[in-house]
């Protein structure tokens, strides 16, 4: 079936700095790719949706200067959490659109973040 | 305006206790309901496309079902390893795809 790889699955970083988040679709390509955050015990919550080659489309009340999303190529997107503060700690999963007939939606398994 | 509910939000069933999720959607076109299992810490893994009325799919001890109006996931005979958080979701002809709350599925040995 097809793969989503997403990278890092964890990462801890200070306060202030900025982290990257990649997210590939590794047998298929991806027009179309979705990020959510998650806190625990909660529902998938759809930050931003990112198309191959144009700007993407944050959900409202999501800071697009916060939470920058490139998707320069059909099989990777990019979620870069700039000035990180704790508050940010989250759960962060991607997801893309695979094409043909089906067009299902597969995640990533998702990366851990934690801003001391 | 795509909606999509869940019913119940948390679920126990004693091993090889047999019962059904609930997905109730509305859509404006529906393009595919999709179902999803999630453990904790992980993505969710995909489980189901369903296009159409009338339609089902089997995987294991999972059958999922579906309506014009809702669709539900039967577990016949659970073991404690089907403890998940299952979601459900739809897409519609405008790439939109909304997802459900999910139901938490805790089977006790």
């Known amino acids: 079936g097809a793969v989503v790889s997403q990278h890092p699955s964890w990462v801890i970083c200070k306060s202030g700095t900025s982290v990257k988040i990649e997210c590939r679709s590794l047998d298929f390509q991806a027009t179309t790719m979705f990020w959510y955050r998650q806190f625990p015990k909660q529902s998938l919550m759809l930050m931003a949706t990112?198309?191959?080659?144009?700007?993407?489309?944050?959900e409202q009340g999501v800071e697009k200067d916060k939470f920058l999303i490139n998707h320069a190529s059909l099989t990777l997107s990019t979620l870069t959490v700039t000035s990180a503060h704790p508050e940010d700690s989250s759960f962060y999963i991607c997801?893309?659109?695979?094409?043909?007939?089906?067009?299902?939606?597969?995640f990533g398994e998702g990366s851990w973040l934690t801003v001391v | 305006e795509d909606q999509v509910t869940q019913s119940p939000e948390a679920l126990r069933l004693q091993e090889g206790e047999s019962s059904s999720l609930n997905c109730s959607y509305t859509?404006?076109?529906?393009?595919?309901l999709f179902w999803y299992r999630q453990d904790p810490g992980k993505g969710p893994e995909f489980l189901f496309t369903l296009y159409s009325a009338g339609e089902e799919k089997e995987k294991e001890r999972l059958k999922a079902t579906l309506t014009k109006k809702e669709s539900f996931l039967h577990i016949t005979a659970p073991k404690p390893e089907d403890s998940a958080t299952y979601l459900c979701?739809?897409?519609?002809?405008?790439?939109?795809?909304?997802f459900g709350p999910g139901t938490r599925l805790s089977v006790l040995p």
């Open positions: 859509v404006s076109g529906l393009r595919g």
């Open positions: 990112s198309n191959e080659g144009s700007k993407a489309t944050y």
């Open positions: 979701a739809v897409a519609d002809y405008g790439q939109n795809f909304v």
């Open positions: 997801s893309a659109l695979g094409t043909g007939p089906g067009n299902t939606i597969y």
